[in-house]
């Protein structure tokens, strides 16, 4: 069969994912729980640095769990060897069931029918499933009303081949630091669990927080925490950069495949959205917004050549992307271009990118395309 995915691909531009980096965010985080679990978020690619060696790496580091978004991310780290428990985070539909069961993947669960249809697979294949409940404590996207988990609970939780391991929801505003509404989800879900427990329905593992709760409130750290972005090196705000020391795991590289000169009045690109204003050179990148590389990025936003910073220029199309070299002597074609990384003493990070764009860096670094060749390296 063909992997036409990889072969595909420009292979000037390159993602390099370090993976020392990668570890001692790891331990970073590590370091700011107090006998509470960590599980690696590794969904949507591990936020574009490829899913299967992070959750590798993550593992071998020390992460206790590995949380996806989707049935078919569990079900390929189950088919690479991972063993470590493996939630879906967000709820499952009843499609999904058989696989779960099959794969043995921890399932979200926030309905009566889909605990029941577990509950019959389970039972089928002679199972006992973990599985967690999610209660919607103010987000609006997934889980069951405190209200109702009451009744939840009667439904539900004697049903056979169920293991009710664990109990969650998730803030909505946490990251922004709005205290005032992520202490009132988190009273409203401990309010809710307290009754539960009293009724006689408990669940060994609480959590609630991502990677802003790990960094800045351990009173709110329960039994596990479930960080995404700060194993990548990035901060969810940059206010909480003084409380954690992280490494930025991905550096994204291409190349100069193209350099011309043009005379003063030359437009360049699709729609002549730049005009040069004097004899300019212009370089061509063979990465575009297919590659994840946002066309909100056109004439908007900088590139590192031979550690200088210099603009791109006109619109971002598919596969390539236009850079303004004028400023730059001795620049040759094949010169290596940083999109983000650091060359020389300068740094381009993807907050910087989500800065120029309004955007965040999840949206940055989770849009790098799998068609961009990922490079696995270790510090000396
Ligand atoms: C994405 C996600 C996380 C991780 O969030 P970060 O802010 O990246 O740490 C945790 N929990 C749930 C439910 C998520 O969807």
């Not at 079900?75 to 967000?90: E, T």
């Not at 009843?94 to 979200?108: E, G, I, M, P």
């Not at 936003?301 to 002597?329: E, H, M, R």
């Not at 309004?358 to 390296?377: F, G, P």
Request: proline share 4%.
């Amino acid at each position: 069969m063909f992997q036409f995915v990889n072969t595909l691909a420009a292979s000037h531009t390159i993602a390099e994912v370090n993976l020392t980096a990668f570890r001692h965010n790891i331990i970073m985080v590590k370091k700011q729980l107090k006998n509470c679990m960590m599980m690696a978020v590794v969904k949507t690619n591990a936020y574009g640095h490829g899913i299967v060696p992070i959750a590798q790496e993550a593992i071998q580091a020390g992460a206790d769990r590995i949380g996806v978004t989707s049935v078919e991310e569990g079900s390929l780290l189950r088919q690479c060897g991972i063993h470590v428990p493996i939630h879906i985070l967000p709820p499952i539909t009843s499609s999904q069931a058989k696989d779960v069961v099959y794969h043995h993947l921890t399932a979200t669960i926030s309905s009566v029918d889909i605990a029941e249809t577990i509950s019959k697979m389970a039972v089928r294949q002679q199972k006992r499933m973990p599985v967690h409940l999610k209660l919607n404590t103010g987000l609006q996207r997934f889980g069951i009303e405190p209200n109702d988990a009451l009744s939840f609970c009667k439904a539900c939780y004697h049903l056979p081949g169920l293991s009710w391991e664990g109990i969650f929801t998730h803030f909505s505003s946490a990251d922004e630091g709005d205290w005032a509404t992520t202490e009132n989800q988190f009273h409203l879900f401990t309010q809710t669990t307290k009754k539960l427990h009293e009724a006689g329905y408990s669940f060994p593992v609480h959590h609630v927080g991502a990677s802003t709760i790990a960094i800045e409130r351990e009173d709110m750290h329960l039994d596990m925490v479930r960080t995404g972005i700060a194993l990548y090196g990035y901060t969810p705000d940059r206010r909480q950069d003084k409380l954690i020391s992280l490494n930025r795991v991905l550096s994204l590289k291409s190349k100069l495949i193209h350099i011309r000169s043009l005379p003063p009045g030359s437009s360049v690109g699709y729609g002549g959205e730049y005009v040069t204003k004097a004899n300019e050179k212009i370089g061509v990148l063979p990465i575009g917004h297919g590659d994840g590389f946002k066309r909100l990025l056109s004439n908007n936003g900088l590139v590192l050549v031979k550690g200088q910073c210099v603009p791109i220029i006109g619109t971002i199309s598919l596969d390539q992307t236009f850079v303004n070299l004028t400023a730059i002597p001795n620049v040759h074609e094949g010169d290596e271009v940083v999109i983000v990384g650091s060359q020389h003493e300068q740094i381009i990070s993807a907050r910087d990118i989500a800065d120029w764009i309004h955007s965040n860096i999840d949206e940055v670094l989770a849009s790098l395309m799998s068609r961009i060749k990922r490079v696995y390296v270790n510090d000396g």
